[in-house]
């Protein structure tokens, strides 16, 4: 999927969860900090979303920021193929993300793959509801994530778990682009790293 069609189909998935949850474009910016005309801007697809809009914009609808980019309307289905799997690029920071995952899949896992181009910082806000946790396995190259402040430096097969109830941010200080897989299920409870 080429990045206007993403965009498009972005935009109205948001769109439709923001009416789906009740929410008035002044609501939405009042509760997420995004102002009310970038949230219109993002939902006409008049603007690429940053990784940190769309976190914002996430947490204040309750929603992953798979919800959003897989754009989940078709019925659960227990394959996805390369092919077929959404392709999301922050136009601030370079970072790629694929989301490999069946949308909807019966696990309640999502898997989802990232290439953090060297140099690159992607910094997400606490997540406020319906926290989650998660688990990163690198695969190739080394990155730092940061939780609140403490530091952890990753290298090829080191996991980490975490929540999102705290800030986190992922940075690649080194001069190689770095790949790892998130891994989330839903429902799993959280707790202090």
Sequence with gaps: MDQQKLDRAI???????????GMTLNELATRSGVSRAMIGRVERAQSSATAALLN????????TLSDVVALAEKPPERLMRLADQPLWRDPDSGYRRRHASPPDAAS??????????????????PWGRNAFTQQLLMLEGAVCVHIDAKTVRLRDGDCLDFDVMRAVTFENETKQD???????????????M
Excluded at 11 to 21: D, E, I, N, S, W
Excluded at 119 to 125: D, E, I, P, W
């Design 11 to 21: 935009g109205r998935r948001l769109k439709t969860l923001r009416t789906q949850a």
């Design 56 to 63: 914002k914009l996430c947490a204040a609808l309750d929603v």
């Design 178 to 192: 770095a790949r790892y897989v998130i891994i989330t299920r839903r429902g799993t409870s959280y707790g202090k």
């Design 108 to 125: 309640g896992i999502e898997i989802i793959v990232v290439d953090l181009p060297a140099g690159a910082r992607v910094s997400y806000s």
